[in-house]
């Protein structure tokens, strides 16, 4: 049973809990517990993903998780055993998203020039705004695709079909956070933004 998700970067070690009360009948209490990891076409990764062995503390198990891909999704499956013999198994989903850009700004900083890689790290980062709630970070978001679109012009030019592709998705995925913007209040995006955006 799932019974929880994570979300961390691939640089964070996050801890995360499984709460095995549930489980446990009157008088019970957990005995031994394992933790195994899975990608998204069930190959155990628990050699690079997990960190360190599960620990149990009162009704808890704990499982350090590290690295992970951006992007991808794993799934960590404690395998718990109590004293009175019950064996009960749960999962949480883990969802590795990409770190922020470590060289400043990101509004100010895809490099010089400006490079695909460096935008689209700001995009998958900044994408998550509805999930997080957050109007800073579609501005930002928004900021990045208009980036993307400067510089998939001139990829584009050079006979790249697939960033074109790319570039009809992007501009649909900014009308979508403009959108989202104006339900909440927040002025639609305009072609250039200024630091004082985003502050």
């Not at 549930?22 to 628990?46: I, K």
């Not at 009175?84 to 990101?106: H, I, L, M, Y």
């Not at 501005?139 to 990829?155: G, M, P, S």
């Not at 592709?165 to 104006?182: F, H, M, P, T, Y």
Request: with cysteine; hydrophobic share 40%.
């Amino acid at each position: 049973m799932q019974v929880g998700v994570y979300r961390k970067t691939p640089g964070e070690k996050e801890r995360i809990a499984f709460d095995v009360t549930h489980a446990l009948a009157a008088g019970d209490s957990p005995l031994s517990a394992t933790c195994t990891a899975y990608d998204s076409a069930n190959a155990d990764v628990s050699a690079t993903l997990l960190d360190g062995d599960a620990q149990i503390s009162a009704g808890s198990v704990y499982q350090f998780v590290k690295g992970g891909i951006a992007g991808s999704v794993y799934y960590v499956v404690v395998s718990l055993t109590t004293a009175q013999g019950a064996v009960v198994q749960d999962s949480v989903r883990v969802e590795v998203v990409a770190s922020p850009p470590s060289s400043g700004d990101p509004i100010l900083d895809f490099g010089n020039p400006p490079e695909l890689s460096a935008i689209r790290n700001a995009m998958l980062y900044y994408g998550q705004y509805a999930i997080e709630n957050s109007v800073d970070f579609a501005k930002r978001y928004i900021y990045a695709c208009q980036a993307f679109l400067d510089v998939a012009e001139n990829e584009i030019t050079h006979g790249s079909e697939s960033v074109k592709k790319e570039s009809v998705g992007v501009q649909s995925n900014i009308d979508r956070a403009d959108r989202w913007l104006k339900q909440r209040g927040s002025r639609p995006h305009v072609r250039h933004l200024s630091v004082r955006n985003f502050r």
